[in-house]
């Protein structure tokens, strides 16, 4: 029997996940980093990085000799800068560090919204690598002047495991730096902010071989195959089985996500809501909407109205959805417990709740934080359809979608059927099909999800609650710009 694997770098630990070629999942392999933020809560430890991915690795040949390859995926525009002896001098920013604001506004200046989303199809931001990047080259020119590679974590496993560099279109793009049209980086705008985009490793087609480990990880592993597999969201996409116009996986972790793949031809005005565009296979392109808080508006509930008793208890959110009738609460729950994402990118909007009143339970208040999430999927489905990207059936992933009473919310909220999956690691699942087909298990992607992806469930909008909850989403589609004016401080 044959074997791959997915390798998901992540901002609070690494896994491996072990499949048979077949698609069965096999085995699990995790490595927590230690405590290695810096003060300001907003960087990493890259060897912290290195020394979880080399153990990781490790751990799994160590069980699976025979391993055929590795498909490496991992959080995006966070980047490790090594010297010409290939350690790292400066920390990990997070994408969530303030640095890089200045330079981001810098580059804005220089060349034009307009001209940068239409090369990246990014809006400017100084999330992304180059403004953080260039921030380091500003403020610390000395150590600066000592880099010669710059690898985000995807590439930097792989030049950890390898020795040799590459990285896929869907992870470039999170730099700022890469031209979406004509697969490349962008020499102007690299120019602007005074990097060389030699800096970064080549652009390869996401899935392709890199063939052969370092001999002191294994002897006569030259034709061991790791592969950048691409941003997590990309290989969550995959591994949920996402490869044709109208479909789209509904991501039910701490953050709501939705990624639709069109192949058709997008508004170009898709920035103005604030989606991206990310180049997917020959297939066309993905983009990404998200809320913030999806299971995490459900664990505070939890925190916030159970004891810890009851959250403890494997069953508590099917007690606390015991008086779900099928209908809505009635209330409208504004979600933005940490401000509201794509299309409003407003960090200063807050979570409220309408509609109570002295009949009210917590079990009401459990149906309606739920409701709460499945509106905001629905605005952002509405603000897709806007430019051109049509849904028209739901991939569930992730913990929530272990919820029966939320997938039904969620179908009748946006109207669509909930598709629920055989499996789950849905990113490691999509990096070890696409190493499958590097590896020449299967002739083609098609083949490899065939295999790895499979449906258990079809969740369907109910008619008539489909119908009771649109006069509610009429009426949610207007309480954010209802409410956010209160959150201003007065003048």
Not at 3 to 11: E, M, Q
Not at 130 to 151: I, Q
Not at 237 to 248: F, K, P, R, W, Y
């Amino acid at each position: 029997m044959n074997y791959v694997a997915g390798l998901d770098i992540g901002t609070t630990g690494a896994k491996i996940v072990l499949f048979k070629t077949s698609g069965e999942l096999v085995d699990k392999f995790y490595r927590p980093y230690p405590s290695s933020r810096g003060s300001s809560g907003h960087e990493m430890d890259p060897l912290a990085i290195k020394e979880s991915v080399l153990a990781l690795v490790k751990d799994v040949l160590q069980e699976c000799p025979d391993l055929l390859g590795i498909g490496v995926t991992s959080f995006g525009e966070s980047f490790v800068c090594l010297d010409e002896n290939d350690e790292p001098l400066f920390p990990i920013l997070l994408y969530t560090d303030p640095r890089g604001e200045e330079e981001a506004k810098f580059l804005t200046s220089k060349l034009g919204e307009k001209a940068i989303e239409r090369k990246t199809g990014l809006k400017p931001h100084a999330m992304y690598s180059l403004p953080k990047l260039a921030y380091l080259k500003n403020h610390d020119s000395e150590t600066f002047s000592k880099v010669k590679k710059v690898f985000l974590m995807e590439d930097y496993a792989i030049y950890l495991l390898s020795g040799k560099r590459g990285i896929d279109p869907s992870l470039a793009s999170r730099t700022l730096g890469y031209n979406v049209e004509k697969n490349c980086y962008d020499q102007e705008i690299f120019d602007a902010l005074g990097i060389d985009p030699s800096l970064f490793p080549p652009i390869l087609p996401s899935g392709s071989p890199i063939r052969g480990l370092k001999k002191e990880l294994a002897e006569s592993k030259e034709d061991f195959i790791l592969s950048p597999c691409g941003h997590d969201q990309f290989a969550c996409a995959l591994g949920s089985g996402v490869v044709n116009q109208g479909e789209a996986m509904e991501g039910a972790g701490t953050v709501e996500s939705l990624i639709p793949c069109f192949n058709g031809e997008a508004s170009s005005n898709l920035s103005e809501d604030c989606f991206n565009l990310v180049p997917y296979f020959d297939i066309g392109h993905l983009t990404y909407a998200f809320s913030y808080t999806g299971g995490a508006c459900a664990d505070w509930f939890l925190k916030a109205f159970c004891s810890e008793e009851e959250r403890k208890d494997p069953k508590i959110h099917e007690r606390l959805s015991s008086h779900y009738n099928g209908r809505p609460t009635g209330m409208l729950w504004l979600p933005h417990f940490a401000g509201a994402a794509t299309p409003y990118m407003d960090l200063g909007s807050k979570a409220c709740c309408l509609g109570m009143d002295l009949s009210t339970r917590r079990e009401d208040f459990y149906l309606a934080v739920l409701e709460g999430v499945a509106y905001e999927l629905k605005v952002n489905l509405d603000a897709l359809n806007k430019h051109g990207v049509p849904v028209e059936r739901l991939i569930a992933s992730g913990g929530g979608s272990k919820n029966p009473v939320w997938n039904q919310i969620k179908a009748d909220v946006t109207g669509l059927p909930l598709y629920l999956l055989d499996g789950e690691e849905a990113g490691c699942r999509g990096s070890a099909m696409l190493v499958s087909v590097a590896s020449g298990c299967y002739p083609s992607l098609k083949e490899a999800m065939d295999a790895f992806v499979h449906v258990k469930k079809i969740v369907k909008p109910n008619p008539e609650a489909r119908e009771a909850y649109a006069k509610m989403y009429r009426r949610y589609a207007r309480v954010y710009k209802a409410v956010r004016p209160l959150m201003e401080d007065e003048q």
